[in-house]
């Protein structure tokens, strides 16, 4: 059973940064879509950011260029970083993979919590 693996997250004040991290616990073939989703307390999950095979990557319009998605299809790896970190940034981040064919992948979600 593949599974994907977030780690980065914690507690971190206002303005401050993250960096995300997502890794397949072993090879998976064919991923032509990697992203990244949160869910805040109460709220429906949503998408962050994402980027495909070939490298074009799309984000949230909150985001407003304050973070940044990285990752290799190939490598089965996909990054966050996240800088200017606001209060309402704080959720549950997770990590999608996506194989031709629609097969998602999910990681088991990491906190993420800006406060001071």
């Known amino acids: 059973q593949v599974q994907l693996v977030e780690s980065g997250g914690g507690l971190v004040q206002p303005g401050g940064s993250l960096r995300l991290s997502c890794a397949a616990s072993r090879s998976i073939f064919n991923i032509y879509y990697m992203g990244w989703y949160r869910q805040a307390p109460g709220k429906q999950r949503e998408l962050v950011a994402s980027?495909?095979?070939?490298?074009?990557?799309n984000y949230a319009d909150w985001v407003t260029g304050r973070f940044t998605i990285s990752g290799d299809t190939t490598k089965n790896t996909v990054y966050l970083q996240m800088n200017s970190l606001k209060p309402e940034d704080t959720a549950v981040y997770y990590c999608?993979?996506?194989?031709?064919?629609?097969?998602?992948?999910w990681g088991q979600g990491i906190q993420v919590t800006v406060s001071s």
């Open positions: 999608k993979f996506v194989k031709m064919g629609g097969y998602e992948y």
């Open positions: 980027i495909r095979r070939g490298g074009s990557t």
